[in-house]
């Protein structure tokens, strides 16, 4: 019964992983390598990096990848639906407690409280990518020879475009794509 | 009935849009959609997009998904959220089973590899200009507390690694007691 163990799997993923991404990689881990071997340890850590280079939550490119691998296309869609069942039936409720009562004061109070919150934490995740951007893997060092300059600019002139002319997002973040990897190629 | 079809239509497109370029982790997505959603489409203010961002984050499972699902529910209720749902899930689903197929390919691509390494300045970029926006609006406010819960907040998950179900159980707390405390002062002067 691979398929119903794939769905159970990814369904404990989905339902205890808070705070996202990193955050439920342990999770992955323990269910795909140590507990059912679908993955050699080598194997998880390609299913990382693959994760990393491509769009979407790595939780969700796990199921998939995992999936594919110990049944095809069926194994990915099990996988995959296992992995999102918890968050709709948990968000489902959620969104109807908040639309239910949002007005009332004390849950206004609870959500102001949490507004500058999320803002913090948007902050963290873009410094921490900033960070990788700039320093690499070592992460954040004194030592002025381990910045990567052309990312400290790219950076730069993507922010200024940014706030100045206010352009598609996702164009910006492909221009340095493009830019910034035909540097890296030519260097 | 032409009016949601075409509602319908553009959650879909939109999100499955948004969820094909969301690439370095979950928290990519909220500026994306905050762009879409509240400064293009108008179908939410921003103060609502915090709000369902805030409880994106302490759902469990993805915060894309999370996020798509709670506007979905929003603009066109629960057939609307099933439609994000689905719109989020899609790309990367189709992505990954393709690039699991041919992944050795994949990994050894310069090229590939090069562009993705330039992108991330441009994704930090993007997060950084998000940031400025509503971190200046919370500044602007002149709420003491909630620039303190900001900065607090901040420290507490990107120099101590606090799990972020912490800071939002008490960063929620700090907010209704603030709540009850003036409700309670305005009875007293009454």
């Known amino acids: 019964m691979p398929l119903l163990e794939l769905f159970w799997s990814f369904f404990q993923v989905g339902l205890f992983s808070f705070g996202g991404g990193m955050a439920a990689l342990p999770l992955i881990k323990n269910q795909v390598v140590d507990l059912h071997h679908w993955l050699t340890l080598t194997e998880f850590a390609d299913l990382i990096t693959i994760a990393e280079m491509t769009p979407g939550p790595i939780a969700i490119n796990s199921a998939t990848f995992v999936g594919t691998r110990i049944a095809g296309l069926e194994g990915a869609l099990v996988a995959t639906l296992g992995c999102i069942l918890p968050s709709c039936i948990i968000v489902s409720f959620f969104a109807w407690l908040y639309f239910k009562y949002k007005d009332l004061k004390i849950i206004k109070g609870v959500l102001s409280g949490l507004r500058p919150a999320v803002v ?63 540097i890296y190629l030519l260097m | 009935m032409q009016i949601k079809k075409h509602i319908y239509f553009k959650l879909f497109i939109s999100t499955f849009y948004l969820s094909s370029f969301t690439f370095g982790g979950g928290f990519v997505i909220i500026p994306l959609m905050k762009k879409k959603f509240v400064d293009e489409l108008k179908w ?78 441009g994704v930090a970029a993007v997060i950084a200009d998000v940031v400025i926006s509503l971190g200046g609006k919370i500044v602007k406010e002149k709420e003491i507390l909630s620039v303190l819960v900001m900065v607090f907040a901040f420290v507490a998950v990107f120099f101590l690694g606090v799990n972020v179900m912490y800071i939002i159980l008490v960063c929620g707390l700090i907010g209704g007691l603030r709540m009850w405390i003036s409700e309670k002062r305005k009875k007293a002067v009454m």
């Open chain 1, 120 to 182: 913090a934490l948007i902050a963290s995740a873009g410094l921490t990518i900033l960070i990788l951007a700039i320093w690499g893997e070592k992460g954040f060092s004194l030592d002025i020879t381990s910045v990567n300059f052309v990312s400290v600019i790219l950076f730069a002139s993507a922010v200024y475009i940014l706030r100045r002319w206010r352009p598609n997002p996702i164009a910006v973040m492909f221009g340095s794509g493009v830019i910034g990897g035909a």
């Open chain 2, 44 to 121: 939410i203010d921003e103060e609502e997009m915090l709000n369902l961002t805030a409880i994106a984050q302490s759902s469990p499972g993805a915060v894309a998904v999370n996020a798509s699902m709670l506007l979905g529910y929003r603009v066109a209720g629960l057939p609307g959220a099933l439609v994000t749902v689905l719109g989020t899930v899609l790309p990367p689903l189709i992505i990954l089973s393709v690039v699991s197929l041919f992944y050795e390919a994949f990994q050894e691509n310069m090229i590939i590899n090069a562009v993705l390494k330039g992108m991330r300045a």
